[in-house]
């Protein structure tokens, strides 16, 4: 089976923000919360990349480690999911995550702020595919219709790339031979623990 993985190439990346769009109204994602974000780090200074950011679906995820009561699990594709009728809203998961992944959907005082949020993959949840319910507590289901992620199909550079995990690497490493250089896929070791050179 496909381990299903992101990978961002920063040198790609022009900060346009289609994907960040593309997850909102694909998802229907409340105001105040982003699924996905760019960051641009060195922001304005030699060497600045931006880098579009979500739950990688890490190989070991923290946030399932540190979670008292196992919301999360990891689908046959390896992506991680959450069953937001179990979560309690402990907010551990947003602490262990070096993404910034789950998020709360409201702002407010600590017990008022919901149950998290974070990127489904476009996997949607624990319900029935494609179902309403399914929609109206994780968004589209677009896996299960055997469509990639919205957020990498929109990415106008391909710099935001989907897909089988080892697809994705073996595709980062011939931009890399073709450029002669890498500025390293941010976040490929740390969430995968993979020993492939990317």
């Known amino acids: 089976m496909a381990r299903m993985k992101f990978l961002c190439d920063s040198d790609r990346c022009i900060e346009c923000n289609a994907c960040v769009t593309a997850c909102k109204n694909e998802n229907e994602v409340p ?19 931006s880098i ?3 739950c990688m679906h890490c190989t ?3 946030c399932a480690a540190v979670c008292p ?21 402990c907010g551990y998961c947003f602490y262990a995550c070096p993404f910034g992944a789950p998020q709360y959907p409201k702002v407010g005082n600590f017990g008022g702020r919901g149950k998290m949020d974070k990127c489904t993959y476009c996997a949607g949840g624990p319900q029935q595919d494609n179902t309403a319910a399914e929609y ?7 896996i299960a219709e ?4 919205l957020c990498a199909e929109m990415c106008s550079t391909r710099s935001l790339m989907a897909g089988d995990g080892d697809i994705i690497a073996s595709i980062y490493k011939e931009r890399v031979q073709k450029r002669g250089y890498g500025s390293g896929a941010w976040g490929w070791r740390t969430a995968y623990r993979e020993t492939v050179d990317v």
């Open 69 to 89: 009561v196992s919301c999360f699990y990891t689908t046959a594709d390896a992506i991680v999911l959450h069953d937001k009728d179990l979560c309690i809203g």
């Open 31 to 49: 105001w105040g919360i982003n699924r996905r974000r760019v960051v641009t780090i060195n922001d304005g200074k030699a060497g600045e990349r």
């Open 52 to 54: 579009s950011m979500a």
């Open 136 to 142: 109206a507590q994780y968004g589209a289901n677009r």
């Open 60 to 62: 070991d995820a923290p």
């Open 146 to 149: 055997g469509k990639l992620p």
